[in-house]
């Protein structure tokens, strides 16, 4: 699996657990989701994202 994949992967469910929890628990968990959000769309301009930096040290070791 590629970084990219894994980086969709991984935003992908965060946003469907942040979902869960706001309908569950709090509307609160939707900011989760929209920083998610947001961090995907400006990564798509920057070429920045922090998980990218995160999963290359992981995959390092």
Known sequence: MTIENKIRAFA????????LLAYFHSHNWLWLTAFVGANLFQSAFTK??????????????
Not at 12 to 19: E, F, R
């Open 48 to 61: 920045f994202c922090p998980l990218e930096i995160i999963l290359k040290k992981i995959e390092k070791k």
């Open 12 to 19: 992908g469910t965060v946003i469907l657990i942040s979902l």
